[in-house]
């Protein structure tokens, strides 16, 4: 009976607990878990101010927090501007549904502000980025896994958060690759449109470029690369790099407007896929599985 009562104690312990996601066990973030600390003190190039902490996570709240109401959550950002964590984080307690974001992060020389973004995006897309779910034995699968927040990001979020800047102006000041530049260019007719595309792309290639220098990978993640890798089932977890970057830029390419909701239980409904004849903006199978042809 000793046993048995402990038993249904820990058991109780589990379901109590807030659920995070960013991981299958609620122990990584938006990159895998680092030993890497930023603080406020730290004399590095690049990075974010407070001011564009604050600033950039104002963009996409404001947007997001009455969306979020409306499906019957409460959407709490956690700003950690002091806490050195190089990290991201989604939790759910209840109607909570909390998105953790640390100074740490903010401060790191390869994020730029329009990169932050995205990851305020992703965090977002957990809660409401629709299927694929994180599988979970022990509860409802609430969270949408890693892939489907990264693409929800750049089909979704940054879309509706950019949608009345001047990107045309913005995306003068960057760098663009030629590969990024001549697709979102075929892929959009319209030159508001292109420029958007090209904006929430340079977003990805910002924590791409996170990516790369957390893992210490000596070969950089390219447009013009794709992971040629093909999964025989969906991977939950953090996809690598290259295949990141690509599912970014595929959810950029898409030609499926924000306005066009995804769904919890339905990979189709407001993406691009191949069932709807698609040939461009779908998720990579680098980290998706169709399982509807």
Not at 45 to 73: C, R, W
Request: aromatic share 8%; with cysteine; net charge negative.
């Amino acid at each position: 009976m000793k046993l048995f009562q402990q038993g249904l104690l820990t058991l109780s312990l589990v379901l109590a607990a807030p659920a995070f996601a960013c991981t299958q066990d609620g122990v990584e973030g938006f990159v895998p878990e680092n030993d890497l600390k930023i603080s406020v003190n730290a004399k590095r190039f690049g990075g974010m101010t407070e001011e564009q902490f604050n600033k950039t996570i104002d963009s996409v709240e404001h947007i997001y927090a009455p969306i979020v109401a409306e499906l019957g959550g409460t959407l709490k950002v956690d700003r950690k501007w002091t806490d050195a964590t190089v990290n991201a984080y989604a939790q759910r307690s209840g109607s909570t549904w909390m998105v953790s974001m640390f100074g740490g992060l903010a401060r790191h020389e390869t994020i730029t502000e329009d990169g932050f973004a995205l990851v305020v995006c992703h965090e977002i897309g957990h809660h409401i980025g629709g299927a694929p779910k994180k599988t979970s034995a022990w509860s409802n699968p609430w969270a949408s896994n890693e892939g489907q927040a990264d693409y929800w990001a750049t089909l979704k979020c940054l879309r509706r958060t950019w949608l009345n800047d001047n990107n045309e102006e913005i995306i003068k000041g960057m760098t663009i690759p030629a590969a990024l530049e001549a697709a979102c260019g075929q892929q959009h007719l319209w030159n508001a449109d292109r420029a958007l595309c090209i904006r929430t792309s340079m977003a990805g290639d910002s924590v791409a470029k996170l990516f790369q220098a957390l893992s210490k990978d000596p070969k950089a993640s390219e447009f013009s690369t794709p992971d040629a890798k093909v999964v025989t089932k969906t991977n939950d977890s953090h996809p690598a790099t290259q295949c990141r970057l690509d599912t970014y830029f595929q959810g950029s390419l898409c030609e499926i407007g924000y306005n066009d909701a995804v769904e919890n239980t339905s990979e189709v409904t407001g993406t691009c896929h191949g069932s709807l004849g698609h040939k461009l903006g779908m998720r990579p199978l680098c980290w998706f599985k169709p399982s509807v042809q």
